[in-house]
C-alpha cells in the first residue's frame, strides 16, 4: 500500500511546480555552455551560466534532449512539416527557434504554460530581437504579432497562458489561436503530467486522442519510482515543497504506456533513458562523453534508469507513425 502523501498547499505546490521551469533551464544554460549541444537562444531567458552542475547531470540532460528531438525531428520530416506541435508546460523552452534554424518548422508552433510563466517568456520574447524576429521574419505579408500579458500569436508561433487542469479552457484557447485538429499534431511534454494527478493527466491525454485523429504524443518523465532511488528522488521534491502528484504512472514503463492505451491511443511504447543514450549517434555520444570526467558511471546509469521517454500514436491518416521510434 502506497504511503499516505504529506498534505501541500495547492499554491504552494503549484509555485514549486513553476520553479522546476528555472531548474531545467539553467541545467540546460549550463550544459549548452559546456558544448554538449547547440542552444545559442537559451542565454536570451537565463543570463548567467551559473554554479558548474555534475557530469551526470549534464549527460543526464543531454539524452533527454536528444532523445525528445530524434522523435519531435522524426515526426516533423514523416509529416513533411505539413504538421503542428503543442509543447504542454513548454517553460523558456527554445525549440521553435531550433527549428526556424533548421527549416524544421511545423505550420504552427504552440506553447502552453502557467500564465505567469508566460507573461515571463513574453517580456523576453519581446526585449530580445533575437527571438521576437524569428516570429515576425515569415514570408507572409499579412503576419501579425497579437499580444496580451498571457498570450502572443503569430502566423507559425503561439504561445498561451492556461492551466493544463482546466481542460476545457485549454482547448478553447487553443481553438481560438487557429489549431487545427485536422492536421497531423505532435504534443510534447516534459515532466509535467507528473505533477497533476493521474486523473487530470489521464484527462489531458485522453483529451489529445479524442481531438487529434492523428497525432503523436512524447512524454519524458520519471520512471522506476517505487525503488530506493525513486523514494530519494520524491523525498527531495518534497522537501522543496514539490508533490509529484503523478507518481503512480511512474512505477514502470508498463504504467507509462498503460496510461496512453486506456486513453484512446492506438500504440504506445517506452524506454528508460539509459537505453535511450545507448541508442543515441555513439559518435557524439563519444564526443560529449570527452568533455568532463565521470568518477561514477553507476550514478549516471541510477539517474538514467529513473528518467523515461513514452511515445504514443493514432494514425487516421496512415502516415506510418508507428515507425517513428530509436
Given at each position: 500500500m502506497a504511503a499516505r502523501q504529506p498534505y501541500i498547499d495547492s499554491d504552494t505546490s503549484d509555485e514549486?511546480?513553476?520553479?522546476?521551469?528555472?531548474?531545467?533551464?539553467?541545467?540546460?544554460?549550463?550544459?549548452?555552455?559546456k558544448s554538449y549541444w547547440k542552444d545559442p537562444y537559451i542565454?536570451?531567458?537565463?543570463?548567467?551560466?551559473?554554479?558548474?552542475?555534475?557530469?551526470?547531470?549534464?549527460?543526464?540532460?543531454?539524452?533527454?534532449?536528444?532523445?525528445?528531438?530524434?522523435?519531435?525531428?522524426?515526426?516533423?520530416?514523416?509529416?513533411?512539416?505539413?504538421?503542428?506541435?503543442?509543447?504542454?508546460?513548454?517553460?523558456?523552452?527554445?525549440t521553435f527557434w531550433r527549428l526556424k534554424d533548421e527549416n524544421l518548422m511545423p505550420r504552427k508552433f504552440f506553447e502552453v504554460d502557467f500564465p505567469t510563466v508566460v507573461a515571463r517568456k513574453i517580456h523576453n520574447i519581446k526585449?530580445?530581437?533575437?527571438?521576437?524576429?524569428?516570429?515576425?521574419?515569415?514570408?507572409?505579408?499579412?503576419?501579425?504579432?497579437?499580444?496580451?500579458?498571457?498570450?502572443?500569436?503569430?502566423?507559425?508561433?503561439?504561445?498561451?497562458?492556461?492551466d493544463l487542469r482546466d481542460i476545457s479552457n485549454l482547448d478553447?484557447?487553443?481553438?481560438?489561436?487557429?489549431?487545427n485538429p485536422e492536421l497531423p499534431t505532435l504534443l510534447l511534454s516534459e515532466c509535467v503530467l507528473v505533477y497533476m494527478t493521474p486523473s487530470q493527466s489521464s484527462n489531458v491525454v485522453?483529451?489529445?486522442?479524442?481531438?487529434?485523429?492523428?497525432?503523436?504524443?512524447?512524454?519524458?518523465?520519471?520512471?522506476?519510482m517505487?525503488?530506493?532511488?525513486?523514494?530519494?528522488?520524491?523525498?527531495n521534491l518534497r522537501r522543496r515543497q514539490c508533490n509529484l502528484a503523478g507518481v503512480e504512472a511512474c512505477q514502470s514503463l508498463d504504467t507509462q504506456r498503460e496510461r496512453f492505451l486506456k486513453t484512446g491511443w492506438e500504440q504506445s511504447d517506452a524506454l528508460d533513458m539509459m537505453t535511450v543514450y545507448s541508442m543515441l549517434p555513439?559518435?557524439?555520444?563519444?564526443?560529449?562523453e570527452r568533455l568532463e570526467f565521470l568518477d561514477e558511471r553507476e550514478l549516471l546509469q541510477q539517474l538514467l534508469q529513473h528518467y523515461s521517454i513514452c511515445w504514443a500514436t493514432k494514425d487516421k491518416l496512415k502516415l506510418g507513425l508507428s515507425q517513428l521510434a530509436f
Open positions: 514549486a511546480v513553476r520553479a522546476t521551469c528555472d531548474d531545467a533551464t539553467i541545467c540546460k544554460r549550463f550544459a549548452s555552455s542565454q536570451y531567458f537565463v543570463r548567467s551560466v551559473g554554479e558548474r552542475k555534475a557530469p551526470e547531470i549534464n549527460r543526464g540532460y543531454y539524452a533527454r534532449v536528444q532523445g525528445v528531438n530524434h522523435l519531435l525531428d522524426a515526426f516533423l520530416r514523416k509529416t513533411q512539416c505539413d504538421c503542428q506541435v503543442i509543447n504542454l508546460g513548454a517553460g523558456l523552452d527554445t526585449t530580445k530581437p533575437p527571438l521576437s524576429k524569428p516570429l515576425i521574419e515569415q514570408p507572409t505579408q499579412q503576419d501579425s504579432l497579437l499580444l496580451d500579458a498571457h498570450s502572443l500569436d503569430s502566423d507559425r508561433y503561439c504561445i498561451i497562458g492556461a478553447e484557447k487553443l481553438k481560438k489561436f487557429q489549431l485522453h483529451w489529445a486522442a479524442e481531438t487529434f485523429p492523428t497525432a503523436m504524443f512524447v512524454n519524458y518523465e520519471q520512471v522506476n517505487s525503488d530506493r532511488f525513486g523514494q530519494v528522488m520524491i523525498e555513439q559518435d557524439d555520444v563519444a564526443r560529449i
